[in-house]
């Protein structure tokens, strides 16, 4: 079945569940859908994500996979609005088993991507790019009240949110006020956003956001839309368990790149696998545990700007936790581990140019074949392990 602009998307959709499931194409060109369900046994395919385009303009949900044997593949999904609503989630997993997600780009939604429910389970995602949310997180992961939410495998997904116009150095961010003169490249901090910028002068009033690359006037000053204060790349939360990610990047001004998390009060996440991950760019953490256990982390390789207050592992109330071979540069610490994160190794690695290469809250912490090197504005720093 094809479809084409102007048709009725949701009915054709349809159609094809009550006839037990088929395929649904998007023949290069461009349609326009508000929400979309797959409930089950549909593909929804284009021919490339650079050509085969849905603009999901509606409210809340855009494209919501549920029930078994989903796919989406080969389009860009997208919603130019800007939004602080928590239901707005472009591409919502929701209760879904064995659902893909194949060469699929994602732009826009308070969430562009969430993965949450209580029966959802053994979906895969590979060559996706999730971009420009205006939420706490690209992708969220949750499990609902009771159920499983496990088993989701990552494949190269790229975590995109570039700085329009350059990359600041961390500690410029600054607060707005009226009546203050600001500088083209300078960010602000108003509520829960940033604002970059883009032509200098004297502020008269606060910047009323607009969606990314849409300039934002402030009297003669003109802003542009940078990010969430609070956003993470991947964000794993309450009752997420076996999830494992292979060959991702994350670029962008994130609070924290991976942010492990149980923030609705259930059960840890549990069993992660995070591989070959690169988180470049002005973060606060490329990963930040403050729950969960069986964590490991292999070849996680991170760069951040000089300026302050910059973690590249932060650890605390977790368990069993393993970094493996970690290339972490630029921090001001390069892993932290309070009293609370337990049985936590470090094997191999390279730590360089950090001002302080371990923190731990106790003597007990095993390290083995760190590696410390690097020079730092043209002196050596010497690596700090504080027991």
């Known amino acids: 079945m094809n479809l084409n602009p102007g048709d009725d998307l949701q ?17 290069g060109g461009h349609v326009t859908g508000d929400c979309l369900k797959l409930s089950g046994g549909i593909t929804l395919r284009g021919e490339s994500r650079e050509s085969s385009t849905i603009c999901l303009d509606g409210k809340g949900v855009g494209l919501e996979m549920t029930g078994t044997g989903n796919r989406v ?3 860009w999904l997208y919603r130019n609005r800007f ?23 994602v732009t826009g939604g308070y969430y562009p991507m969430t993965v949450i429910g209580g ?50 150095n961390r500690g410029q961010f600054q607060e707005w006020k009226v009546g203050t003169a600001y500088n083209a490249g300078d960010v602000v901090e108003v509520g829960n956003y940033r604002y970059r910028c883009k032509e200098g ?18 009297g003669p000053l003109v802003w542009r839309l940078v990010s969430h204060r609070a956003y993470r790349a991947l964000h794993i939360d309450t009752g997420v368990s076996i999830v494992r ?28 696998k995070i591989n070959n991950h690169t988180s470049h760019g002005n973060i606060y953490s490329a990963l930040c545990i403050t729950a969960g256990r069986e964590i490991k982390a292999n070849w996680l390789n991170s ?19 393993e970094l493996t071979g970690s290339e972490i540069y630029g921090f001001d610490e390069a892993i932290y581990r309070s009293a609370s994160a337990t049985n936590v190794r470090i094997l191999g690695g390279t730590l360089a140019g950090n001002q302080v290469g371990i923190r731990t809250a106790d003597a007990h912490f095993l390290s083995r074949d760190v590696v410390f ?15």
């Open 11 to 27: 009915d054709k959709l349809e159609w094809l569940g009550r006839k037990g499931g088929g395929e649904a194409v998007v023949i």
């Open 73 to 75: 593949e080969n389009l």
């Open 83 to 105: 939004s602080e609503d928590p239901s707005d989630q472009l591409l919502a997993i929701h209760n879904a088993v064995q659902n893909d997600v194949l060469r699929v780009k």
């Open 119 to 168: 029966n959802c389970c053994d979906c895969t995602y590979k060559d996706v790019v999730l971009e420009f949310g205006t939420g706490p997180a690209m992708l969220w992961m949750a499990r609902g009240s009771s159920g499983q939410n496990s088993s989701h495998w990552f494949d190269r997904v790229l975590f995109n949110q570039e700085w329009p116009g350059g990359t600041p």
């Open 201 to 218: 002068g004297v502020s008269t009033k606060d910047p009323v956001p607009k969606f990314y690359f849409q300039d934002i006037t402030d």
């Open 245 to 272: 990610t292979d060959r991702c990047d994350s670029t962008g001004p994130f609070m924290n790149a991976i942010d492990i998390t149980n923030n609705l009060g259930g059960e840890d996440p549990w069993d992660i």
């Open 303 to 321: 760069y951040v700007g000089v300026g302050t207050p910059t973690r590249g592992v932060f650890m605390s109330n977790c368990d069993d936790v």
């Open 373 to 387: 090197e690097s020079m730092r504005r043209g002196r050596t720093v010497s690596p700090v392990l504080v027991g």
